[in-house]
């Protein structure tokens, strides 16, 4: 009988399926699920007349920190932070590792307003950790909301991260 390693396939399967989907050193979603996903959340805004927000964070002079202080360390300031990302998000909200030291939160339902709500929490919340603190940890980054800044996935998209990355954007730092 081949029960065995059927069910032991279908174990690997399912882990292996995690493991692409997920950022081993946060724990976070990996940018192929945010890929995944923004093209599904934009699908149901777009059939349910739904508004979502995108907050692009972006750890500051994080190259300095690993220059300075070294990969293990900045490894740590990762994992941290994604930590910190978890716990300062509503259960619906998807918090992805985008690359590198950039994050970024699909929030369903969600307004620009209360993007930014979420993005000035993340920041009080750092800012009172006393791990990114003492180290003077702080991020930057902006918020994108569909459909007011662009009309379909791609021109949003792009407009997400350009709007993200605007040097007049205020830092929520």
């Known amino acids: 009988m081949m029960k065995e390693p059927i069910a032991v396939e279908l174990r690997v399967f399912k882990e292996n399926e ?3 989907l997920v950022d081993s050193l946060t724990g976070l979603f990996n940018k192929r699920f945010y890929d995944i996903t923004v093209k599904k959340k934009y699908k149901k805004a777009l059939r349910f007349n739904q508004i979502f927000s995108l907050v692009l964070l972006d750890l500051d002079d994080f190259k300095k920190v690993n220059d300075t202080k070294g990969h293990l360390f900045g490894d740590e300031v990762l994992a941290n932070f994604g930590r910190l990302l978890s716990f300062s998000s509503r ?3 998807i918090i992805c590792r ?3 030291e950039e994050f970024i939160a699909i ?5 620009g ?3 930014l709500l979420y993005a000035e929490r993340v920041r009080k919340i750092l800012k009172e950790d006393s791990f990114f603190n003492k180290h003077k940890i702080t991020f ?3 918020v994108s909301t569909f459909p007011y800044n662009g009309k379909d996935l791609e021109s949003f998209l792009k ?3 350009k709007h993200c990355m605007l ?7």
Not at 107 to 111: A, I, R
């Open 159 to 161: 407009l997400s991260i």
């Open 140 to 142: 930057s980054g902006g």
């Open 167 to 173: 040097p007049n954007m205020p830092a929520l730092s």
């Open 18 to 20: 995690k493991l692409a």
């Open 91 to 93: 259960e619906e909200d």
């Open 113 to 115: 307003d209360g993007a």
């Open 107 to 111: 929030l369903p339902e969600t307004t």
């Open 98 to 100: 985008y690359g590198g």
